[in-house]
């Protein structure tokens, strides 16, 4: 009797560290993500865009590669968005992640697109970056890690954030 439940606890403990190896596996791989999707209006899971540099040459413009993969910043006041105010949702470019509503969009003069407020907080990602001697906070895609801008503590009310983000780095669609 004391062999088989020894036995057991030998099998039982085999298969608690088989799931516990398979989640952590799964958790490592990193493939979900939660975001708020404007569509639906809810919180729900979708799959993280990891792409090779080969690929991401491949899907997106040379100018797009240079600011959201090599984390560049385009000229001031040169980006499609900075004085566009048309109703709708400003997604990433490269993987189409819900980012910024318009109404979150203000003018900040600083010549790049910027916003009070992101979509929500789950879609963007916010990194220290102590890049070209200063101290700022890198603003990332929560999907699929594309570098967006930075933000600075000196936007309006409610927040008192601006989300300076490239254009190149956003895609629009208009909504009604
Ligand atoms: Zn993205």
Known sequence: ???????????????????????AEAEEAGQMVDVF???????????????????????????????????????????QYVDHNERGL???????NDLFLSDKKYDSGCGWPS????ID????????????????????????SAHLGHVFPDGPKPTGQRYCVNSASLAFDPVK
């Open 37 to 79: 999707s404007f569509e639906t209006g809810e919180i729900q899971p979708v799959e993280r865009l990891e792409l090779s540099e080969e690929e991401w040459r491949e899907k997106l413009t040379a100018e797009q590669y240079r600011i959201i993969r090599e984390k560049k910043t385009e000229r001031s006041f040169s980006g």
């Open 1 to 23: 009797m004391r062999m088989f439940v020894s036995i057991l606890i030998v099998l039982v403990s085999a298969c608690v560290q088989g799931s516990e190896g398979t989640e």
């Open 121 to 144: 907080s789950q879609n963007v990602a916010m990194t220290p970056d102590f890049s070209l001697g200063m101290r700022r906070v890198e603003l990332q895609c929560a999907r699929c």
């Open 115 to 118: 916003f009070f407020q992101p």
């Open 90 to 96: 400003y997604r990433c470019a490269a993987c189409g």
